[in-house]
């Protein structure tokens, strides 16, 4: 491959024909940056042929790098950070209509414990990173990686709760039109929070341990989500969120 090379043409290629169909961008751009984070490709092509696709890879690499390091407690995710926020800036700057820079940037947002307020209408939803959301949904309303960037900031692992990513996950699978992948947020919450050591067959003895089961408020493994009042919020409500 050419970007693992050293050489950007196929990414240019790859990402140019990409421009009117955000899905495939996100996805490219994607895997392009997870090609590319390891060399100097992108800060290379930025500087040699500043095009928005250049930009956008390098806003890629520039957050993959950020949650690598955050993951490994580097002391330099902080400095790393801003760097990937101010390429984001940029590449939200040269493509005003492409909603990937921001999903980039959503991505990030479960570093942080962001503690906004969710749209009227939405009840007991959790706080989150809903400006940021709702910022993205105003370019591409059905945007598959955003749905998945946002869920994930309230996921247990991401200091959220079973209940919280239930809830948004529920929320967001019931607004998503029929034939839409985003019907399944629920089922991906539901996967997220399974613990295979904590959760077995109703009926069982014991754990696959030996040791007895757990009662049914102690079993975090397979959680089952408390029932919540029905909200209902059209995708112009959530938008029009100030960003």
Not at 26 to 43: F, K, M, Q, T
Not at 79 to 89: F, K, P, Q, S
Not at 139 to 144: A, I, K, Q, S, V
Not at 173 to 179: E, M
Request: glycine fraction near 4%; aromatic fraction near 6%.
């Amino acid at each position: 491959m050419d970007v693992r090379a050293g050489r950007y043409r196929s990414a240019r290629e790859a990402l140019a024909d990409t421009r009117d169909d955000f899905g495939l961008r996100a996805h490219r751009s994607l895997v392009l940056a997870s090609e590319a984070a390891d060399s100097d490709l992108a800060e290379r092509w930025l500087a040699e042929e500043p095009t928005p696709e250049a930009a956008l890879l390098w806003a890629r690499v520039a957050v993959l790098r950020t949650l690598r390091a955050a993951a490994a407690h580097d002391e330099r995710a902080e400095a790393l950070e801003r760097i990937a926020l101010t390429a984001c800036e940029r590449a939200s700057t040269a493509a005003p209509h492409d909603p990937t820079p921001w999903v980039a940037k959503l991505t990030m947002a479960r570093l942080h414990d962001i503690r906004e307020p969710a749209p009227q209408g939405l009840l007991t939803a959790p706080a989150g990173p809903w400006r940021l959301f709702s910022h993205v949904l105003r370019l591409d309303p059905w945007n598959r990686e955003a749905h998945h960037r946002f869920l994930a900031c309230f996921f247990t692992r991401y200091g959220g709760s079973v209940n919280a990513a239930w809830d948004v996950a529920a929320f967001l699978g019931q607004r998503a039109p029929a034939t839409s992948p985003l019907r399944l947020l629920p089922l991906v919450a539901l996967v997220e929070s399974y613990n295979p050591r904590n959760c077995w067959p109703t009926g069982s003895g014991s754990s696959p341990s030996g040791a007895p089961p757990p009662s049914p408020s102690t079993r975090t493994g397979c959680p089952r989500p408390r029932a919540t009042a029905s909200r209902r919020c059209s995708t112009s409500r959530i938008s029009r969120t100030p960003c």
